[in-house]
């Protein structure tokens, strides 16, 4: 069994910064793509960053200079450092990670339970 568990998210003011971090554990034999998504109440959930095994990452046009996304392979962590925090990056943030629990497995997709960022003054 694989779970993934979020933490860092909060309240913060506009402007701010706060830092992400999701920690795969349990069954894993190897962990591919990992990432970032976000919903915010009445919208679909639209991803913000992923990054590969190998460090290559994509944003979100709406985030891109202010969110870094990083992750360490060694801890099956991934993180996502947002600065210059807007009211608009209010939502449940969201860890994904393309995992494989044996080799003889295929991959497949897991979800954290989500952590709440809240921009507000």
């Known amino acids: 069994q694989v779970q993934l568990v979020e933490s860092g998210g909060g309240l913060v003011q506009p402007g701010g910064s706060l830092r992400l971090s999701c920690a795969a554990s349990?069954?894993?034999?190897?962990?591919?793509?990992m990432g970032w998504y976000r919903q915010a109440p009445g919208n679909q959930r639209e991803l913000v960053a992923t990054?590969?095994?190998?460090?290559?990452?994509k944003y979100a046009d709406s985030v891109k200079g202010r969110f870094t996304v990083s992750r360490d392979n060694a801890k099956n962590t991934v993180y996502l450092q947002m600065d210059s925090l807007e009211p608009e990056d209010t939502a449940v943030y969201y860890c994904?990670?393309?995992?494989?629990?044996?080799?003889?497995?295929?991959?497949?997709?897991?979800w954290g339970q989500g952590t709440q960022v809240t921009v507000s003054s």
């Open positions: 994904n990670a393309l995992i494989r629990t044996s080799i003889s497995d295929g991959w497949h997709d897991y």
């Open positions: 349990g069954s894993i034999f190897s962990i591919n793509g």
């Open positions: 990054i590969t095994r190998g460090n290559s990452t």
